[in-house]
C-alpha cells in the first residue's frame, strides 16, 4: 500500500541520516544510484528484499525495524498524514495545489496544514452525517424542545411584529399579505414550474427573488408556509449549515416562524384562552380560524398550550404502516423510543388513539379517546388525514385531569394499554402463533431513508448542479 511504502521510506531516511549518511554514500555502500533511493525514501518505490537487506546492513538496523509501521519521529507522521489527506477525495476535489514537505516548510507550519485538513475532513463527515448521527441530532434537539415546553418567545415576537407591520389583524393570513411582507424584507415572490426536484424553494438572494412552485396544498397553507420559512431564513440570520445538529435546528426555527406569522401568538393564545375557559378546546376550530392545516393547528397548540394555557401535552403524527413520524411530550406520556432515545420510526401500541382511528369507518370527524397507560390515564382528540403517498394520523393529548377543558370529553371510548409489555399488543395470539410460526416468510420493505446520508453539496440535501443552473436560468430571463 501508498502508506506502508511511505512509512518505510521515512524509516530509511530516518535512519540514514541518524547514521550520518548522504544518499551517495548509501547508494554506494549498497550499489545503488542515489536517485534511485531518493524515490524509496518518497514511497515512490518499492525495494526488493535483497536491497532492503543491504540497506539495514549498512545502517546498522534490522530488516524488521526498518519495516516497523510506526512513523520514526513526528515530523515523519506529519509528513505521512498530509500526503494522505491531499490524496483524498475530498481535497482533490477542491483543485487545489497540494503543499510538498520541503526542508523550508517548518515543523509548526506543518502542524497547522495537517490540524486544518483534519478539521476540513471531520467537518465533511460530520455534515454528510449517517442515518444514526442524524437520528442522534434531532433526539438531541428534541430533548432541548421539551425543556423549553416547545416555546420559542423570540421567534413568536419576530413573526408577530412582520405580520403586523403589514396590517393585519385578524382571519386567516392571505397570500397578498405574505407577499407583503417578503416584500418588507426585500424579496419578490416568484411561482415557477421548474423548481430544482431536491428544492421546495429557492431565495435568490443577489436579486431578492424567492421561487416558489405554482401549486399550492389544498387550503393555500402549504405555499405561504412555504414562503414564509424561506423569509425565515433572513429575518433569523441563518448562514450555511456545517452539521446535520446545525441543519435541524434551522429547519425547526424556520417552521416555528412560519406557523408563528400564520397563527400569530397574541391572536392565538386570545382564541384558545377563551375556548378554555369555555370549556371548548378543538384544534378543528383553532385550525378553521387560521386557514392552516390540522397538523400545523396542533403543533402550533404545543407551542403555546403549556406557557399561555398553564396545560401540558402530547402531539404524535403516526404514518399508518410506518410509525411515528413526529412526536413530542411534556405531560408524561411516553412515547416509544429506541436505545438511544429516538422516537422516528417506532411502532405506538395497537391501542393508542393514533392507532385505533385507522381502523374507523367514519374518518371524517375527530376521533376521542381515554387511554389507560403505565404512566397515567391520557385522553386524546385524533385526527387522520391523507398526504401524497401515506395515510397519518394526528393526534393532541392531555392528561386525564385537563380533559375538561376540551371538546369530546365526554366520550365513552376507552382503552387500556400496557406497552412497552410485550404482552400488550406485540405478541400474537397463541392459536394464530401456532398455526403460522415457522411457516410465514415476508419480504419486508426497506425505506429510502434508512441508508441515505445528508448530501453534502453547498447547502446540504440539495443538488449545487440542479441549483446554480436553476438561478442562471431565471436570472438571465429576469435580466
Known amino acids: 500500500m501508498a502508506s506502508d511504502m511511505m512509512i518505510l521510506g521515512k524509516r530509511i531516511k530516518h535512519f540514514r541520516i541518524s547514521a550520518g549518511m548522504t544518499l551517495e554514500q548509501l547508494g554506494d555502500a549498497v550499489g545503488v544510484v542515489p536517485s534511485q533511493l531518493s524515490l524509496i525514501e518518497n514511497?515512490?518505490?518499492?525495494?526488493?528484499?535483497?536491497?532492503?537487506?543491504?540497506?539495514a546492513s549498512s545502517l546498522s538496523v534490522?530488516?524488521?525495524e526498518l519495516l516497523s509501521t510506526e512513523a520514526p519521529d513526528r515530523r515523519s507522521e506529519l509528513e505521512i498524514e498530509l500526503e494522505r489527506l491531499q490524496q483524498s477525495e475530498?481535497?482533490?476535489?477542491?483543485?487545489?495545489?497540494?503543499?510538498?514537505?520541503?526542508?523550508?516548510?517548518?515543523?509548526?507550519?506543518?502542524?497547522?496544514?495537517?490540524?486544518?485538513?483534519?478539521?476540513?475532513?471531520?467537518?465533511?463527515?460530520q455534515s454528510i452525517a449517517t442515518p444514526e448521527e442524524a437520528r442522534r441530532a434531532n433526539t438531541e434537539l428534541q430533548a432541548v424542545m421539551r425543556e423549553k415546553n416547545n416555546y420559542l418567545p423570540e421567534l413568536d415576537q419576530l413573526a408577530e411584529d412582520l405580520v403586523?407591520?403589514?396590517?393585519?389583524?385578524?382571519?386567516?393570513?392571505?397570500?397578498?399579505?405574505?407577499?407583503?411582507?417578503?416584500?418588507?424584507?426585500?424579496?419578490?415572490?416568484?411561482?415557477?414550474?421548474?423548481?430544482?426536484?431536491?428544492?421546495?424553494?429557492?431565495?435568490?438572494?443577489?436579486?431578492?427573488?424567492?421561487?416558489?412552485?405554482p401549486a399550492s396544498i389544498p387550503g393555500g397553507h402549504g405555499l405561504r408556509a412555504m414562503a414564509l420559512q424561506a423569509m425565515a431564513h433572513r429575518v433569523l440570520?441563518?448562514?450555511?449549515?456545517?452539521?446535520?445538529?446545525?441543519?435541524?435546528?434551522?429547519?425547526?426555527?424556520?417552521?416555528?416562524?412560519?406557523?408563528?406569522?400564520?397563527?400569530?401568538?397574541?391572536?392565538?393564545?386570545?382564541?384558545?384562552?377563551?375556548?378554555?375557559?369555555e370549556r371548548n378546546i378543538a384544534i378543528e376550530d383553532f385550525r378553521d380560524a387560521f386557514g392552516v392545516t390540522h397538523e400545523a393547528a396542533a403543533l402550533r397548540f404545543t407551542n403555546l398550550a403549556t406557557e399561555h394555557l398553564g396545560l401540558r401535552t402530547h402531539f404524535?403524527?403516526?404514518?399508518?404502516?410506518?410509525?411515528?413520524?413526529?412526536?413530542?411530550?411534556?405531560?408524561?406520556?411516553?412515547?416509544?423510543?429506541?436505545?438511544n432515545g429516538s422516537i422516528e420510526g417506532q411502532v405506538v401500541c395497537r391501542k393508542w388513539p393514533a392507532r385505533v382511528a385507522f381502523e374507523r369507518t367514519n374518518r371524517t370527524n375527530e376521533f376521542y379517546q381515554y387511554t389507560d397507560t403505565p404512566g397515567g390515564t391520557f385522553w386524546d382528540s385524533t385526527q387522520t388525514g391523507t398526504g401524497e403517498k401515506e395515510v397519518f394520523s394526528i393526534s393532541v393529548g392531555v392528561p386525564f385531569d385537563d380533559a375538561k377543558w376540551f371538546r369530546g370529553r365526554d366520550t365513552d371510548n376507552r382503552e387500556v394499554s400496557t406497552c412497552p409489555n410485550e404482552a400488550c399488543c406485540k405478541i400474537p395470539a397463541?392459536?394464530?402463533?401456532?398455526?403460522?410460526?415457522?411457516?410465514?416468510?415476508?419480504?419486508?420493505?426497506?425505506?429510502?431513508?434508512?441508508?441515505?446520508?445528508?448530501?453534502?453539496?453547498?447547502?446540504?440535501?440539495?443538488?449545487?448542479?440542479?441549483?446554480?443552473?436553476?438561478?442562471?436560468?431565471?436570472?438571465?430571463?429576469?435580466?
Request: proline share 6%; net charge positive.
Open 43 to 55: 514511497g515512490k518505490r518499492e525495494p526488493k528484499l535483497s536491497l532492503l537487506t543491504s540497506i
Open 62 to 64: 534490522t530488516v524488521p
Open 90 to 125: 475530498l481535497y482533490t476535489s477542491l483543485n487545489l495545489p497540494a503543499v510538498r514537505s520541503t526542508k523550508g516548510l517548518t515543523d509548526d507550519a506543518l502542524e497547522a496544514i495537517v490540524g486544518l485538513h483534519k478539521e476540513m475532513e471531520r467537518r465533511a463527515r
Open 164 to 213: 403586523k407591520r403589514t396590517g393585519h389583524e385578524s382571519g386567516a393570513l392571505m397570500h397578498r399579505t405574505v407577499a407583503e411582507m417578503a416584500n418588507l424584507l426585500g424579496f419578490e415572490l416568484i411561482f415557477v414550474d421548474d423548481l430544482p426536484s431536491s428544492a421546495r424553494s429557492v431565495t435568490d438572494t443577489a436579486n431578492g427573488r424567492i421561487y416558489l412552485p
Open 237 to 277: 440570520g441563518h448562514e450555511k449549515p456545517h452539521t446535520y445538529a446545525e441543519f435541524l435546528k434551522q429547519r425547526l426555527e424556520i417552521n416555528y416562524f412560519a406557523a408563528a406569522c400564520l397563527m400569530p401568538r397574541s391572536r392565538s393564545v386570545a382564541f384558545l384562552q377563551n375556548a378554555k375557559k
Open 316 to 339: 404524535l403524527r403516526v404514518n399508518q404502516g410506518e410509525g411515528i413520524f413526529r412526536g413530542y411530550a411534556n405531560d408524561g406520556l411516553r412515547i416509544p423510543a429506541d436505545a
Open 430 to 479: 397463541e392459536d394464530l402463533t401456532q398455526r403460522w410460526a415457522g411457516n410465514a416468510w415476508p419480504s419486508a420493505r426497506m425505506h429510502a431513508h434508512v441508508l441515505s446520508p445528508l448530501p453534502s453539496g453547498t447547502f446540504p440535501g440539495v443538488d449545487d448542479n440542479e441549483l446554480f443552473a436553476f438561478l442562471e436560468r431565471h436570472a438571465n430571463a429576469g435580466a
